[in-house]
T-cell receptor, first 114, second 115 residues
Framework: ETAVFQTPNYHVTQVGNEVSFNCKQT?????MYWYKQDSKKLLKIMFS???????VNETVPRRFSPQSSDKAHLNLRIKSVEPEDSAVYLC?????????????FGKGTRLTVV | AQKVTQTQTSISVMEKTTVTMDCVYE???????LFWYKQTASGEIVFLIR??????ENATVGHYSLNFQKPKSSIGLIITATQIEDSAVYFC????????????FGSGTKVIVLP
């Protein structure tokens, strides 16, 4: 059973629009992530977020920004989408340290920019 | 910087046989964690098995096992007695021990299990 929940499953939008994707985890983890999976299935980290500290992959364009209200939620906003933003966005969560280091993923949000 | 490389893009095997997938990694950390994940046709990414760098014993979970060769920076996945439902894309990943460190993934190996 999935314990990382993402909405929506799919989203189609036009170039220049703003979109926002939601993510919630019920695992009690203290760290959340956003990954982008492109058409070649490559998975790239975009953001890591822990205790209000944000770690950003330097290759992520500034139009992307994470938004968190608490450690169980991490949303992703894209200010003005571009065609190359079409991809699957995967939210994930984990503990920061200790023995439980596995990262658990949501089912993804597929974004299509037309 | 860390890097994970999977050179096999696709493997086809007959059902009930064994499949082996390769993965090599690069890291400057002395302590790190290695993982294998499976992405199903629906797109779901599922954790399979993990190897801690400081452990010499190869991890085993069900019909998944690892071939960890630390001097070669290699972590292979072995699936025995394959089933049709093992058809998927398998990703190797690494996580260093830094604060809120994320997984770095390889490019994936597609496994097709034939009846």
């Amino acid at each position: 059973e999935t314990a990382v929940f993402q909405t929506p499953n799919y989203h189609v939008t036009q170039v220049g629009n703003e979109v926002s994707f939601n993510c919630k985890q019920t695992l009690g983890h203290d760290t959340m992530y956003w990954y982008k999976q492109d058409s070649k299935k490559l998975l790239k980290i975009m953001f890591s977020y822990n205790n209000k500290q944000l770690i950003v992959n330097e290759t992520v364009p500034r139009r992307f920004s994470p938004q968190s209200s608490d450690k169980a939620h991490l949303n992703l906003r894209i200010k003005s989408v571009e065609p190359e933003d079409s991809a699957v966005y995967l939210c994930a969560s984990s503990y920061t340290g200790g023995r439980n280091t596995e990262v658990f993923f949501g089912k993804g949000t597929r974004l299509t920019v037309v | 910087a860390q890097k994970v490389t999977q050179t096999q893009t696709s493997i086809s095997v007959m059902e009930k046989t064994t499949v082996t997938m390769d993965c090599v990694y690069e890291t400057q950390d002395s302590s790190y964690f290695l993982f294998w994940y499976k992405q199903t046709a629906s797109g779901e990414i599922v954790f399979l098995i993990r190897q801690d760098s400081y452990k010499k014993e190869n991890a085993t979970v069900g019909h998944y096992s690892l071939n960890f060769q630390k001097p070669k920076s290699s972590i292979g996945l072995i699936i025995t007695a394959t089933q049709i439902e093992d058809s998927a894309v398998y990703f190797c990943a690494m996580r260093e021990t830094g604060f809120a460190s994320a997984l770095t993934f390889g490019s994936g190996t597609k496994v097709i299990v034939l009846p």
